[in-house]
């Protein structure tokens, strides 16, 4: 099983700053990471596949990297609708996800 | 429109069994591998099983493995979870998904909540 290890576990910012946010595999998932975004009572939104490409629809602010064992995902400049948690997933060996980046405004 | 739409979750005590149904629609059912994922309240994603277009290949988390079947009726566009032998940590809101295979086709049912207890 590959296990993600994602960090911090809580990041705390401000609208207009830049975001950070860390993913990385226990083994090497090649570039089959994704980046979803989850909102209390909603189900979870891909926003990046396939370690850099923009979902249909998702701002150009967010913007994923990294390939191997370690990804990142930048939000450039926050909005108040990006605070949220964020979850990373690898789909190289069957399935699994992180434990989660919760994004709370400072 | 592409809809996933679970059943079947409610209230069960330890050990026993439940069969969760996903129905889908607005896509090619049978051209896509599906995915269970669930969610213990006010916790992380946790994927659970998936399932091949032609099931032909499936797999499970080791949490589930050997407890829980997940199937599949191309015909009925329905996805299926049968949960045995369940647990007090199985207490979570299970998804029905079409998860991204490298291609933006990403869709998640709203969740059904699966509650055990005594």
């Known amino acids: 099983e590959i296990v993600l290890t994602q960090s911090p576990a809580t990041l705390s910012l401000s609208p207009g700053e830049r975001a950070t946010l860390s993913c990385r595999a226990s083994?090497?998932?090649?570039?089959?990471l994704a980046w979803y975004q989850q909102k209390p009572g909603q189900a979870p939104r891909l926003l990046i596949y396939?370690?850099?490409n923009r979902a249909t629809g998702i701002p150009a602010r967010f913007s994923g990297s990294g390939s191997g064992t370690d990804f990142t995902l930048t939000i450039s400049s926050l909005e108040p609708e990006d605070f949220a948690v964020y979850y990373c997933?690898?789909?190289?060996?069957?399935?699994?996800f992180g434990q989660g980046t919760k994004l709370e405004s400072k | 429109e592409v809809q996933l739409v679970e059943s079947g979750g409610g209230l069960v005590q330890p050990g026993r069994s439940l069969r969760l149904s996903c129905a889908v629609s607005?896509?090619?059912?049978?051209?896509?591998?599906m995915q269970w994922v669930r969610q213990a309240p006010g916790k992380g994603l946790e994927w659970v099983s998936s399932?091949?277009?032609?099931?032909?290949?499936?797999g499970y988390a080791d949490s589930v493995k050997g407890r829980f079947t997940v199937s599949r009726d191309n015909a009925r566009n329905s996805l299926y979870l049968q949960m045995s032998s369940l647990r007090a940590e199985d207490t979570a809101f299970y998804y029905c998904?079409?998860?991204?295979?490298?291609?933006?086709?990403?869709?998640w049912g709203q969740g059904t909540l699966v509650t055990v207890s005594s």
């Open positions: 396939d370690a850099s």
């Open positions: 997933h690898q789909r190289r060996n069957w399935r699994t």
């Open positions: 998904a079409i998860l991204n295979s490298g291609y933006d086709f990403d869709y």
């Open positions: 083994q090497s998932v090649s570039n089959q």
């Open positions: 607005g896509f090619t059912f049978d051209n896509y591998a």
């Open positions: 399932i091949s277009w032609n099931s032909g290949s499936i």
